[in-house]
């Protein structure tokens, strides 16, 4: 819930969707991110309404509207002609594995907004693209890079945080360029900046498809455990409708 968190307390660029401004009772809560929740009570007249709206501001990245309660699962897939799933992992600091040694050459560094600017294509600079650029991600965020020779190479970051609440939530974003992977630089980035997370009293928090297989095996071995599947729905423009189901 960290995404949702972050919109409503504004760390995120978002916006929210309620059946009446006064009391809601039903929302939905959008971000760049692509990951958009349906809350509160499920309603089918409200979700009549909202997935039109939805659909004419579906940002560019790939985004999908989540259900986190089998009763919105349920009401959604009246709506949409087919599914997807995200695996949500909690975390058991007991079961994490040993950090790997930092291979020669490379170096830790947080992630400040001169190394965010030389994120590229092949490091995914999706995480500080959805914070508004490197400069609102280093305000916003936090996270660490494994550097060769100045450039980021692998890294570790907050993809939505949760500042406020009893439960301070951190969703985790980590990505290897595609010439440094199989060396274990996830892991090793992974560590540290759970480390930081725990320090800063913050709890570090992992989804991701579940046909991931790598992400899962990277998830479980710093110390993540499977906990449940999440149902979601694929929103992009342009989607037509048929038989009552958006396609």
Sequence with gaps: ??????????????FVLVDRAA???SAVVCNLTGFWF?????????????????LS???????????????????????FASKRWRTEFHYRPAAAAPAP???????????????????????DPWVIDIFGGPAEFSRRSFGFALLRDGQPVAFCAACAVQERGPGREIEIEIGTAPAYR??????IVGQVFIEEC????????????????????????LGFAPARKVAGFGLRRGMSQAGGLWL
Aim: glycine share 8%; aromatic share 8%.
């Design 38 to 54: 349906a809350l509160g009570q499920p309603d089918e007249a409200f979700a009549a309404d909202a997935v039109p709206q939805l």
């Design 23 to 25: 009391v809601p009772a």
């Design 198 to 221: 725990v320090r800063r009293h913050f709890f570090p928090a992992w989804t991701c498809a579940a046909d991931n297989v790598p992400s899962e095996r990277l998830a479980i071995g």
């Design 1 to 14: 819930m960290a995404f949702v968190h972050a919109v409503l307390e504004g760390s995120l660029p978002g």
């Design 57 to 79: 501001r579906v940002p560019e990245v790939g985004t999908a509207l989540w259900a986190p309660s089998r009763e919105w699962e349920r009401l959604l897939s009246g709506h």
């Design 182 to 187: 199989e060396r274990l630089l996830g892991t």
């Design 101 to 123: 040694p930092l291979p020669p050459g490379l170096i830790l560094a947080p992630i400040d907004a001169a190394i965010a600017a030389r994120f590229d294509a092949g490091l």
